[in-house]
């Protein structure tokens, strides 16, 4: 069936309190809102569009999609990357009044909106497991955009192609190591981010002169990259800085803001990813027992079911875009690899200490990624649950971390973050890894 020029949305029979979160504030949440706004639901224009998240006074550009499938509106965020391009389809999508609220992807979380005048957009970001109220204003405008829009600049296209040695600080002075991958065709430029605890996924963005903007929104996070090729001014005479040193600043959602620092180091590397969590001394074995999400049981690695095979421990939550790029491998590996002898047990630290709230986002998340492996309620989503629950582990340190155990259950590695496919020849260092890990421990 041909789509017509514009969908308009059907008022849905299940107010926005329904529409799958289970957050108090998701009964009353609407778009920007006020008097004067449409009578009925937005109209969401097939084809491209470009939405900006406003925050800490900088804008987080974002591409998306709309499509029409089986006569209903689905709305696709795109990211380019080093990898190609990210599409997170968005099929939940309820209206109500004049507001219209898209879930995005597998997150707690939505755009609330409503119509603000033809083919454009006015609402609210919303995060729905956050602590506390998180909104970030929304604007979007329908057809195709770049996705950083402005003047010009009328310096010298400056270069960023290559590995960058990163060095980022947040405002209370910490700092982390990092290693930024960049490709640039023109003032075109797509890369990522690699951290001990993991990537920050797809961004792209584009040169201006000596400057760069990369950003990236899955849902969950919204990043902006912004850095120039020499120091800010004024300069700090005290200070030598090499030949093409990258300053910036990273924007992250409604409040995290860091500096950051790049230095082209074709050999940049961070530590070993094997070596970051381990076991502490005495010990060989977790020793667990968490509810299964399918109501009913309880799981452990001493269960005969996993006795005499090799099995992977996932440690993951819902709400955690580099858990979900894992998951992305792990779901369809296993189903082509258990009758190897191999199983995975996840173990997922949701927002709710409440079993029910986060039983429910765990079978979501496992519904929507086919996850045919068991995953088990394990905790709160903080390093600390992860340390009470599993005491038998040193110096946790990100989701997802990954455990290999061999067929008599002992501990034989530990590897913390995942590099997604957004970072390009690391994600298949990754998966040669892990396949190289589990194919030694089934030959035992």
Excluded at 103 to 111: C, E, K, Q, T
Excluded at 350 to 363: H, N
């Amino acid at each position: 069936m041909k789509a017509s020029p514009l969908i308009l949305l059907a008022a849905a029979t299940l107010g926005l309190g329904l529409a799958g979160c289970s957050s108090p504030s998701t009964s009353s949440e609407t778009a920007a809102g006020g008097a004067g706004g449409s009578a009925t639901a937005p109209v969401l224009t097939p084809g491209p569009w470009r939405g900006v998240l406003a925050t800490q006074g900088q804008e987080i550009p974002f591409l998306f999609e709309v499509k029409t499938e089986g006569d209903k509106p689905v709305v696709y965020l795109i990211n380019q990357g080093l990898n190609g391009e990210e599409r997170l389809r968005c099929d939940d999508i309820k209206s109500a009044g004049d507001s219209t609220t898209i879930r995005l992807h597998a997150f707690d979380a939505a755009l609330v909106v409503r119509a603000d005048g033809t083919d454009k957009l006015k609402g609210t970001w919303v995060k729905y497991d956050s602590k506390t109220p998180y909104r970030v204003p929304l604007t979007a405008s329908a057809g195709a955009q770049e996705l950083f829009a402005g003047a010009k600049s009328t310096e010298k296209t400056g270069s960023f192609s290559g590995t960058w040695r990163a060095t980022f600080r947040d405002d209370s002075g910490e700092s982390y190591p990092a290693t930024g991958v960049f490709t640039q065709k023109g003032t075109s430029l797509v890369g990522t981010f690699l951290t001990t605890t993991g990537d920050y996924r797809y961004l792209s963005g584009q040169v201006n002169g000596q400057k760069m903007y990369l950003s990236t929104f899955d849902g969950s996070h919204a990043f902006l990259f912004k850095a120039q090729n020499g120091p800010p001014e004024p300069v700090d005479i005290t200070k030598e800085y090499a030949p093409n040193t990258l300053f910036g600043d990273f924007y992250s959602g409604k409040l995290g803001h860091e500096t950051w620092t790049a230095v082209p180091d074709p050999k940049a590397k961070l530590p070993d990813a094997d070596t970051l969590t381990y076991l502490k001394k005495g010990e060989s074995r977790l020793n667990f027992k968490f509810p299964n999400v399918i109501e009913g049981g309880r799981i452990s690695p001493t269960d005969p079911k996993y006795r005499g095979k090799v099995v992977v421990l996932q440690i993951l939550g819902s709400w955690c875009p580099n858990c979900m790029d894992e998951t992305n491998f792990l779901a369809p590996w296993y189903e082509k690899n258990k009758a190897r002898g191999v199983e995975i047990i996840g173990l997922g630290y949701e927002r709710s200490d409440d079993y029910k709230v986060s039983a429910a986002k765990l079978r979501s998340m496992r519904d929507r990624f086919n996850m045919s492996y068991d995953v088990a309620f394990a905790g709160v989503s903080n390093k600390d649950s992860v340390a009470r629950s599993l005491p038998q582990l040193a110096k946790f340190l990100a989701f997802p971390t990954t455990i290999f155990l061999d067929k008599k259950g002992n501990v034989r590695k530990i590897h913390t973050g995942f590099a997604g496919p957004g970072t390009g020849k690391y994600y298949q260092e990754e998966i040669t890894g892990f396949n190289r890990e589990i194919d030694k421990l089934l030959k035992e």
